[in-house]
């Protein structure tokens, strides 16, 4: 079973939003998502400065065995990215909530909460699929 | 519900990733496929590829019979040697490839592809009727490939002596078969190592052995990488029935005269030579990426402004680190070309496979 912190909030596609509670937010992809992807070999961050859009792709993920799109849990501007990530991709399955980040967004100002989880109703998606 | 091998705990007791393959449950990796790939590189990896099946040949008739089913020539063989061939249809394209082991009078060996299993049988059997052989789909073996630079000593120091020792004197592409134990060294990962075929009742215990002498599982994932780098053809992916052998590289395992100059029979023959120098038969390249980017099958190769064919394997290399693939492409040689990757031109240098042997890059 992968792991799922309590204290961050979760996309149906697979993406955390940790709050930094200065109207900023870091974005990642879960340790569940990472699992499935298995290496990372690319990373491709979004620019500093440009303006993502909640269920628009932001970024990608390439592993050994696929890319795969990340999609930006919330509205805003990219207001950092984790450059280390360009050399050690596998940061992304290393430290999937930590230094494996891949974007911090402030909010935009009319900003919704959106359609976020909390990691209880995430850990029963995750569930249900792998039932499938 | 999917078949397991005799090694089925043992890789779930160890974590493994399981995936459906041609039917059968198997480990996809252990963990990484990345430290699975470089430890077969650098040091031994051990794989579970009892999917395969192996069919024994058998009878008077067996040698003449190989002869005119395989695009290679059994006739070059020298006992205990084995020999790497398409099996074509009638209109030159790939039924299977194969390996076919010599074991003596009237006694061959064939490993084929699980994903091609009951075809093969099919049309074996058709093909056989008139020559005077049994065919023999084999049950209730292993198949474990041990692989790397220290794979043959790891893999003596668990055989009986007498078993080590000979092991020990064969040469590359030769195989001994013994009571309950096959040990060839071939392999399909561009490093020196074995395949062995035991009993499934034999098996946990020996890949214990291997594993308690450091030899580290590795999973179908590191096999398809390894594979890739050593420029070795998957079937199904970079030939089909649609493509033939000289279309994919593949060409050198077509034997068109016997031992004494004389031109064969085999199935396929006259349509393959009907095209053989054809300028309008597509080819295989190497080709290795310049930028970011990992290539995928599918994707389209462009050369000259124009898409001369695409990828059929791709991967990113974890020897190379960066992005290799094989292609089909037609038209005018080049030696340089865009992949399209997630619609943006990815510059690719080509090359002359293989990528990578023996833990040296040739590229």
Redesign the interface.
């Known amino acids: 079973m992968s792991e799922i912190p309590s204290g961050l909030k979760y996309a149906k596609t697979h993406e955390w939003v940790e709050e930094l509670h200065d109207g900023t937010v870091r974005v990642g992809i879960t340790d569940h998502a990472q699992?499935l992807l298995?290496?990372m070999?690319?990373v491709e961050l979004p620019e500093v400065g440009a303006a993502v859009h909640a269920g628009q792709e932001c970024a990608?993920v390439?592993s050994?065995?696929?890319?795969s799109d990340v999609y930006s849990p919330v509205d805003g501007e990219v207001v950092a990215v984790n450059e280390r990530l360009a050399d050690s991709p596998e940061l992304v399955?290393q430290d999937p909530y930590g230094d494996g980040w891949i974007m911090q967004v402030r909010l935009a100002d009319d900003a919704e909460p959106g359609e976020l989880m909390g990691a209880d109703d995430y850990a029963a998606m995750v569930e249900s699929e792998e039932a499938e | 519900m999917s078949r397991q091998t005799a090694l089925y705990a043992l890789h779930r007791e160890a974590g493994a990733k399981m995936v459906d393959f041609a039917g059968w449950d198997m480990p996809l990796h252990y963990g990484s496929q990345i430290e699975e790939h470089m430890r077969v590189r650098e040091a031994a990896g051990m794989f579970d590829v009892s999917h395969m099946a192996v069919l024994d040949l058998a009878g008077p008739g067996a040698r003449d019979f190989l002869r005119r089913l395989l695009a290679n020539d059994v006739a070059r063989l020298q006992p205990g040697q084995a020999l790497y061939s398409c099996m074509l249809n009638e209109r030159g394209g790939v039924i299977d490839d194969l390996i076919v082991y010599w074991l003596g009078e009237g006694r061959y060996r064939m490993v084929v592809n699980a994903a091609t299993r009951d075809k093969d049988l099919a049309w074996i059997g058709e093909q056989a009727r008139g020559f005077d052989l049994d065919v023999t789909a084999r049950e209730g073996d292993a198949l474990i490939a041990v692989q790397g630079p220290l794979a043959r000593d790891r893999v003596h120091g668990i055989l009986a002596p007498a078993d080590a020792r000979a092991a020990a004197v064969l040469k590359p592409f030769h195989a001994m078969a013994r009571e309950g134990l096959f040990v060839a060294r071939t392999g399909y990962t561009g490093e020196d190592g074995y395949e062995i075929l035991l009993p499934d009742d034999d098996a946990p215990d020996f890949w214990r052995a291997l594993y308690n002498a450091g030899v580290a599982p590795a999973g179908l994932g590191a096999r398809d990488t390894l594979r890739l780098e050593a420029g070795m053809a998957l079937y199904g992916t970079d030939m089909d029935e649609e493509v033939l052998p000289l279309e994919a590289g593949l060409g050198w395992t077509v034997a068109w005269q016997g031992p004494e100059g004389e031109a064969r029979d085999f199935i396929g023959r006259s349509a393959l030579a009907a095209r053989r120098g054809d300028p309008a038969l597509r080819r295989q390249v190497g080709l290795v990426l310049e930028g970011r980017g990992v290539p995928r099958g599918g994707q389209a190769v462009c050369a000259a402004g124009e898409t001369v064919g695409e990828i059929t394997s791709g991967s990113f290399s974890p020897f190379l680190r960066q992005g290799i693939a094989l292609a089909r492409v037609r038209g005018e040689p080049f030696s340089h070309c865009t992949v399209t990757i997630r619609g943006r031109p990815v510059p690719a240098r080509v090359v002359r496979p293989p990528f990578v042997r023996h833990g040296k890059r040739l590229v």
Do not use: I, S, T
């Not at chain 1, 050994?64 to 890319?67: D, I, L, M």
């Open positions: 699992e298995g290496d070999v690319f990608v390439e050994v065995k696929a890319a399955n």
